[in-house]
Each structure stands twice: as structure tokens, then as C-alpha cells.
């Protein structure tokens, strides 16, 4: 997979994608991660990238021009989708980062300002925000979005059932985790998980992936595919 970020800051990618299962994968060239200075598209001895927005208001806009411009250089001859990150988007969750997974070339605009010229939308594929709260800008955003996907290619993490087994990747939170000690400052490792009955603890970490998700987000089981034995299980904890 290909990955292209536009930004008008790129010192602050900077870090983020050489350590850990990024770096890992890049490594592994299971992903090709660019980032791109979108002054390098301007054509004004200023490079200016931003303007005053038409009708007057607050701030600045960032302007079509070099935008078009980049994409037009870096879109290759790929399954490419193209994303803008703004508060205006779709709200981000798993399912999307699935789709945006799927694609060969994956191309973030990372916002900034007061936003984009909206005839940049004309090649933007989806519009995407991570939250319904305010940020500087699109970077950490297109971060966000960089670390979900990759982290869902095949070999990245190793085994291939780790991502399928992530909160919200069944449609669930995901249980409680336990490690070594068996007992520590008093509290112990739930005995089912010491007692090697494979079919007991697929069980067991499905009824707390139940609890925690009824107890924390309840929402969740709205769209989540529950057997007969789920309902059952839910129906207990409500008595």
C-alpha cells in the first residue's frame, strides 16, 4: 500500500511513522508512507498557499490551486482514494479504517486554517473527522488515520488475528487483558484463564467483550452481531 499526506506542515511527521509497527512496516515494505509539502506546488515566489476567504470572515482559506496541483503530480495509475481531513467529514471508526485499508494508494489532505477552498472536494473521495472536537489542524488527524490502516495490513501485526480481535473491530470492546504475575497486591488472574479449556475462555472473554461494552458503551450493541447466547448473556446482567 501507498500513502501520501499533503500538508503545510510536514516537520511534524517527523517521528511519528519511524518507531514501532509503522516503522516496522515500512521496513517490511508493506507500506509506502510519503509526505509532501504542499508549498512545493505553488508557482509564486512566495509560495503562498492560503488567501482571504470571498464574502470576508475570520482566517484564512487554504487556496485549490496547489493542492490540485499535487495530487495531479503524486495519484498514480492505482486503486487510489483520495480523503480530506476536516471537521465537516464522516465520523472516523473502524469500519472505515477497513475500507481506507482496502485501497492500494491512500492520499490525506490534512486540513488547516479556516479549511479549504470547497472546489477541492471535486477530487476528494471522503471527507473525514476523528471527533467532534477542535484541533490546529489536520496533521495528527491524517496520523490517526495512517496508524489505524497500516496497523490492518496483512503481516503488519503479526498474527492475523490481532486486528480482528481489537475493540470495535467485532463490533465490541474488547475484554479484560492479564499477564504475568498470577497474583499481584492481592488480585489474582481469573482462574479460567489459568485452566487451558480453550473453549471455556473464548467464552468467558466474550461475555466481559459483553459486559464492558453494555457497562461503558452501550451504543455499540445497537449494530452488534449477537447470537442467541449474547442476548442471553445480556438479558442476566439486566436481572
Keep these: 500500500m501507498r500513502i501520501d499526506i499533503l500538508t503545510l506542515f510536514p516537520s511534524m511527521f517527523v517521528g511519528p511513522f519511524d518507531t514501532s509497527m509503522l516503522k516496522k512496516a515500512k521496513d517490511n515494505l508493506l507500506v509506502e508512507i510519503y509526505v509532501h509539502d504542499i508549498r512545493e506546488y505553488t508557482f509564486d515566489k512566495h509560495r503562498v498557499v492560503d488567501d482571504y476567504p470571498y464574502g470576508g470572515g475570520p482566517g484564512m482559506v487554504m487556496k485549490a490551486e496547489p493542492i490540485y496541483t499535487a495530487i495531479g503530480d503524486i495519484k498514480k495509475d492505482l486503486r487510489t482514494k483520495v480523503v480530506l481531513t476536516t471537521p465537516q467529514g464522516r465520523v472516523y471508526n473502524q469500519e472505515l479504517a477497513w475500507e481506507l485499508a482496502r485501497t492500494e494508494q491512500l492520499i490525506i489532505i490534512a486540513g488547516h486554517y479556516e479549511g479549504v477552498d470547497e472546489r477541492v472536494t471535486e477530487l476528494v473521495d471522503e471527507e473525514i473527522s476523528i471527533g467532534d472536537y477542535v484541533l490546529t489542524g489536520g496533521e495528527i488527524p491524517a496520523m490517526v488515520l495512517v496508524d489505524s490502516v497500516v496497523r490492518l495490513l496483512p503481516g503488519v501485526l503479526g498474527g492475523e488475528e490481532a486486528a480482528e480481535d481489537d475493540s470495535f473491530a467485532t463490533g465490541l ?25 480453550h473453549a471455556n475462555i473464548a467464552r468467558w472473554r466474550r461475555e466481559q467483550a459483553l459486559r464492558r461494552t453494555k457497562e461503558r458503551r452501550p451504543d455499540l450493541l445497537e449494530k452488534a452481531i449477537l447470537s442467541q447466547q449474547d442476548i442471553d448473556f445480556l438479558k442476566k446482567l439486566e436481572d
Design 173 to 197: 470492546l474488547e475484554g479484560p487483558q492479564y499477564t504475568r504475575p498470577e497474583v499481584f497486591e492481592g488480585m489474582s488472574v481469573p482462574e479460567v484463564l489459568l485452566s487451558g479449556h
